[in-house]
């Protein structure tokens, strides 16, 4: 009995830890900015006022298009082609596969800032032959991050739990490989899909850098970018901002919520 109970109270602990900061946000984006820097816990009746502010200070509905645009098309360009890398790294046999494999999963131990220069002077380059893929347009934010090693490496530890006689049964019917990967791989494997999903569309409407670095114009700016301006004012309005960072913070947790069982069954590698 006194486990059960020290569990429950690391629990509870825990959890009071984790909501706290996100309750602090909501409350706080209903109270004045110096209710805010005072530290006030309870909620204020200002929310209205703060989000007429922030209309007017700040063009928010570009800023939400250009976030959504990006991490929608991030998410479904890293959904195909990262499932398409795990899958064959794993279904077919090659001497060289597991090399190439190795030498991808290196990959993950360069920082992404140490890439930023390369990729930068090489959107620069294209810039000047292709403009609708270069420095400061969104193709230049979704191109570099449609896919990484860790996806691909997900996909492939996902797809060793598949079962390869579905696969054998589906080429013995008829069927070309893309048609086994779309009919049979990617139905069965929507729990994985949802849980990567979710980790794309996240890490993609989070992302601050790599658009800081190639976004250069205010109409082009994402989510990140726009709260970021609203903070670095000589004196920043912390009921604007924290309203601002709700709104932002909306869309990646709804559709959280929506997946939440998909992507716990996808996180434990299930296959149904």
């Known amino acids: 009995m006194s486990k059960r109970i020290f569990s429950y109270t690391v629990l509870i602990i825990a959890s009071i ?3 706290f900061p996100f309750l602090w946000m909501i409350v706080s984006s209903t109270n004045k900015s110096v209710d805010v820097t005072k530290g006030k816990l309870l909620p204020g009746t200002h929310f209205i006022d703060n989000l007429q502010n922030l209309l007017n200070t700040v063009d928010l509905v570009p800023a939400l ?15 195909l082609i990262a499932s398409l890398a795990g899958y064959g790294f794993e279904i077919f046999k090659s001497r060289t596969k597991d090399f190439l494999f190795n030498f991808l999963l290196l990959s993950m131990m360069i920082p992404f800032a140490a890439l930023m220069v390369p990729l930068f002077r090489m959107f620069g380059t294209i810039s000047q032959s292709v403009p609708m893929i270069g420095i400061d347009t969104l193709a ?3 191109l570099p991050t449609v896919t ?25 019917d008829g069927l070309t490989e893309l048609g ?9 494997m ?14 993609s409407w989070n992302s601050y850098l790599w658009p800081l670095v ?3 114009s205010p109409e082009n700016q994402t989510i990140p970018l726009l709260i970021s301006s609203l903070g670095s004012s000589y004196s920043p309005d912390f009921g604007m901002i924290m309203t601002a960072i709700v709104i932002a913070t909306l869309p990646a947790a709804l ?5 939440q069982k998909h992507f716990v069954a996808g996180m434990m590698g299930s296959v149904k």
């Open 190 to 203: 929507k729990t994985t899909y949802a849980a990567a999903a979710i980790i794309t569309f996240m890490a």
């Open 148 to 172: 990484t090693a860790f996806l691909i490496f997900f996909f492939r530890q996902s797809t060793k739990m598949f079962p390869k006689e579905i696969l054998e049964a589906g080429r013995i």
């Open 255 to 259: 559709i959280f919520f929506i997946m």
């Open 180 to 188: 086994v990967f779309f009919r049979i791989y990617v139905p069965t």
């Open 17 to 19: 830890v984790s909501i």
């Open 140 to 142: 230049a934010v979704i």
């Open 65 to 79: 298009i250009n976030s959504t645009k990006i991490s929608i098309i991030t998410t479904v360009l890293a959904m």
């Open 214 to 216: 190639i976004l250069q």
